[in-house]
């Protein structure tokens, strides 16, 4: 995941709110590997500033260049945010996605 403008790394440990997986963070996890869902906590990458904190689910992936981009939507507010998949996310998952 590409630091973007306004980025703040925070290493964070999460518990799945989906899947219930113990997540080890590395300062750029945002989504859980296994079954893809996030949280809706950052108005910029790691600021944790949302004030939604809506599940984030994963409704669509692109593949270019090597790379996968999940695509999000918040199930509280709506919110569509896209976010560059980690290299130990499900690949099974992802190419599902790409075809949703």
Do not use: W
């Amino acid at each position: 995941m590409a630091a973007g403008k306004g980025f703040q790394r925070k290493k964070e440990d999460f518990v799945c709110i989906n899947c219930g997986q113990t997540i080890k963070g590395s300062g750029y996890t945002d989504h859980c590997p296994h079954c893809l869902f996030s949280l809706h906590v950052d108005k910029n990458p790691g600021d944790r500033a949302e004030e939604c904190h809506g599940v984030m689910e994963p409704i669509h992936a692109d593949y270019s260049s090597g790379e996968f981009t999940i695509t999000y939507r918040c199930r509280r507010c709506g919110a569509v945010k896209k976010v560059t998949a980690a290299h130990d996310d499900s690949k099974d998952l992802l190419a599902n996605l790409v075809n949703a």
